[in-house]
């Protein structure tokens, strides 16, 4: 699914009433660009080219 598929509008709207969130609607616009913010940074990580070779790390230490 590309962004461009992606009401994020829409996305928000139907995600309040399901999980039933008291959101207030001079919020929404907020959390509508909060997610629009999140969807270009996916996309940069989503877009980064890994060699084949790479394996994942089997625990994280910091």
Do not use: G, H
């Amino acid at each position: 699914m590309t962004e461009e598929s992606i009401n994020l509008t829409e996305y928000v709207e139907q995600t309040v009433r399901l999980i039933d969130l008291p959101l207030a609607p001079e919020y929404r616009p907020s959390v509508v660009d909060n997610f629009t913010k999140i969807a270009a940074i996916a996309t940069l990580v989503m877009e980064f080219p890994l060699p084949e070779e790479m394996e994942a790390a089997p625990v994280f230490e910091p």
